[in-house]
């Protein structure tokens, strides 16, 4: 994420899938595209296929190897600058890929009173059943999830060759949760400065 001013908002898009031929870049990036066009907001790719992290955790109070802390350090400080979030997610199972709650998992403060938004993408249900575990796994963090999401069902039918959707209801639905991702993350930022969150 390039240097930004004080009055813009940071926000972190996370890829959640790392699936050989996954969808999700082409969705992270049409949002990312919506956050970019956007004077209020500053947009930071997190892709956990170029960022992996690792998957066996140390013992209850144990520091981490330097191995881990060095992979880590590819990922946590970025969610640590940011001010908000977007996870794009497909839905596996009736929930959300492993590899995001693995990097959900190795990081707790990161996420302290912070807004997310979601951008879901499956068949007949849009990925929305992953959206609804995200929130509850996400309040157990502090974060605040936003209430409107984008999800595009049966996706590989609503994406042109261009990488962007056929329908424009969706390019309104981008703007109505982005609205509501700002105003949370411009209010919780305010309030993190004037009273640091403590748990």
Same mark, same amino acid.
């Given at each position: 994420m390039a240097d930004v001013t004080e009055?813009?908002?940071r926000a972190a898009v996370i890829i959640g899938s790392t699936r050989d031929g996954r969808f999700g870049p082409v969705v992270a990036d049409w949002i990312a595209g919506h956050i970019t066009r956007r004077e209020d907001m500053a947009v930071d790719l997190v892709d956990l296929v170029e960022t992996p992290l690792p998957t066996v955790f140390p013992a209850f109070g144990q520091a981490p190897s330097d191995e881990v802390v060095a992979? *880590?350090?590819a990922v946590s400080p970025r969610l640590a600058r940011a001010d908000a979030f977007v996870i794009v997610t497909p839905e596996y199972n009736h929930s959300f890929p492993a590899p995001l709650k693995n990097a959900v998992d190795w990081h707790n403060e990161q996420w302290h009173a912070k807004p997310v938004g979601f951008v879901s993408y499956g068949? *007949?249900?849009g990925g929305l059943r992953a959206v609804e575990q995200l929130r509850v796994v996400l309040a157990e963090l502090h974060?605040?999830?936003i209430r409107n999401t984008v999800s595009f069902h049966n996706y590989g039918e609503a994406f042109g060759a261009d990488g962007?959707?056929?329908?424009?209801?969706?390019?309104v639905a981008a703007k109505a949760m982005l609205d509501q991702l700002t105003w949370w993350g411009q209010a919780l930022r305010e309030a993190r400065r004037v009273r640091p969150y403590g748990v």
């Open positions: 009055d813009v908002l992979q *880590l350090g068949g *007949l249900a974060a605040v999830t962007k959707p056929y329908d424009s209801a969706c390019d």
